[in-house]
């Protein structure tokens, strides 16, 4: 059985697709951290990578700068959250109900904005905000340059827009990260690109228990659909999974 993102009304998939069984060069894998379950370690390679590059590759995030996370309990973010508190920078997240409070809790983040009842402006006035992760969209990025330091970095993962950039010019360099100056800040969209160096050092602090895999919701293939719909709902508390044969 196979399914097809395109078979599904989704503004977030354009292509790709799930299938029951998937062939995969032996280059392009790693051992399943011991400490995880198959669930778990299926929700790690996408949304961990993503993170990981977001942060080290493009942000140089390192101890002691600000990191805020904008859509705190999404599948992504979460692993932002648990990637800035490793390497020692203060984290702030945004989220509006008490479940994502209770989950941002857990992962230690060091303040929570409610963004239902005020403004990143206001709330961070007296913050010197180093490095944005925005796993929201294009309007929070806007909100976001009032925030950032004047030699910040917004990492911008969800619009396929940034700035003026059109859509169509972001797919012809599917593969390359996207670098515009607003206002004096610097603002990044980049495709995450499978790499087992990274894979393996996340798996190897997944088994030491300095990251941990959070699960949103769990299906079985034969209920891809309710998935994709849950996904597109938003306001995930982790990452959704889908259950392959035999799971």
């Known amino acids: 059985m196979v399914f097809v993102t395109k078979a599904?009304?989704?503004?977030?998939s354009t292509d790709g697709g799930m299938a029951e069984y998937a062939k995969a060069h032996f280059s392009k894998m790693i051992p399943k951290p011991q400490s995880?379950?198959?669930v778990e370690a299926a929700s790690v390679p996408l949304s961990a990578l993503?993170?990981?590059q977001g942060l080290f590759d493009h942000a140089k995030l390192k101890a002691g700068q600000t990191l805020l996370v904008a859509g705190g309990t999404g599948p992504t973010a979460i692993w932002a959250i648990q990637i800035g508190k490793m390497v020692g920078a203060r984290v702030i997240a945004t989220a509006a109900s008490e479940q994502s409070f209770k989950l941002l809790k857990s992962l230690g983040i060091d303040q929570v904005i409610n963004y239902k009842e005020v403004k990143l402006e206001s709330a961070l006035a007296s913050e010197n905000v180093?490095?944005?992760f925005n796993a929201v969209g294009d309007e929070v990025?806007?909100?976001t340059l009032k925030v950032i330091s004047e030699d910040g970095i917004i990492i911008n993962i969800v619009d396929t827009t940034v700035g003026d950039l059109s859509k169509e010019s972001v797919r012809d360099r599917f593969r390359e990260p996207f670098f515009r100056k607003e206002e004096g800040r610097t603002v990044v969209f980049f495709i995450v690109d499978m790499n087992i160096q990274q894979l393996t050092e996340i798996g190897n602090l997944l088994d030491e228990g300095k990251l941990k895999a959070v699960i949103g919701a769990v299906y079985e293939f034969?209920?891809?659909?309710?998935a994709f719909?849950?996904?597109e709902a938003g306001h995930a508390h982790g990452k959704i999974v889908v259950k392959g044969p035999g799971l």
């Open 141 to 143: 990025t806007k909100q």
């Open 50 to 52: 993503t993170a990981w």
């Open 222 to 226: 034969k209920d891809v659909v309710n």
């Open 36 to 38: 995880l379950s198959y």
């Open 130 to 132: 180093d490095v944005v």
């Open 229 to 231: 719909r849950q996904g």
């Open 8 to 12: 599904f009304s989704s503004k977030r």
